[in-house]
């Protein structure tokens, strides 16, 4: 029953820290995304990869690196944390680009 | 970026009551999906929308493609207290955008 999983659960950081978020799934999907969520703000698009061995922006990338370990993986960096990358962070898998996506838990991501 | 327009931003309502939520957008999309979101959870898929036009339905919830391929509504009968919760939609044209949500509290 895992689906998307996503790591850690919660996390604070000091300006200019850096740190990676881990998200996995077990569906076999082609496709994976990371998402921030604001409040009043819906999600926004950070990263993508359509396939294993590709990656591109999405509509919020500044501040932010990707890696597409493998199918199964993809994880989003922060390389010097600021306190307007505090959010809600989903990562989220789908068998076709642009199809319907299955959300992980979300990572809550706190920057002092 | 692209706009998607959710109404309302906010509902209450008595248990037992239906309940109707519509999405527009300025662009035409390909797909439109209806999600929910449980505090401290993340988005679950509700709905799936591929064609115009298309009237698809999930227990108590029926959600309709627009002819227009602009806009779309989510309907849900007969509320009960677990329908509490934050409704997204969200739709795809050469991207995935995500509407800014309408939250639905239900009075028992």
Redesign the interface.
């Known amino acids: 029953n895992a689906g ?1 999983t996503q790591t850690p659960k919660f996390q604070v950081l000091k300006t200019g820290q850096s740190m990676t978020l881990q998200c996995a799934q077990d569906m076999n999907h082609n496709s994976m ?1 990371w ?1 921030r969520q604001d409040p ?6 950070i990263y ?1 990869s359509a396939s294993e061995g590709t990656t591109d922006k ?2 919020v990338p500044n501040g932010y690196n990707v890696s597409r370990l493998n199918k199964r993986e993809f994880s989003l960096r922060l390389e010097s944390a600021a306190p307007s990358q505090t959010s809600v962070y ?1 990562c ?1 898998s789908g068998s076709d680009s ?9 990572t809550r991501l706190s920057i002092l | ?1 692209q706009q ?1 327009n959710q109404s309302p931003q906010s509902m209450f309502i008595q248990e037992g009551e239906d309940v109707s939520m519509n999405c527009t957008s300025s662009s035409i999309f ?2 439109w ?1 209806w ?1 929910k979101q449980d505090p ?6 509700l709905i ?1 929308l591929y064609k115009a036009g298309e009237l698809t339905s999930n227990g108590r919830l029926t959600a309709q493609f627009g002819i227009t391929r602009k806009d779309s509504f989510l309907n849900i009968s007969a509320s009960i207290p677990s329908d509490v919760g934050i409704y ?1 939609c ?1 739709g ?5 955008y ?4 309408t939250s639905l509290t239900v009075i028992p």
């Open positions: 998307v995304y998402y009043g703000m819906g999600l926004r698009l993508y999405g509509e989903f989220a642009w199809g319907a996506q299955h959300f992980g838990d979300g | 970026g998607l390909n797909t999906l999600y401290g959870e993340g988005p679950v898929l799936a997204f969200a795809t044209g050469n991207q995935f995500f509407g800014t949500g």
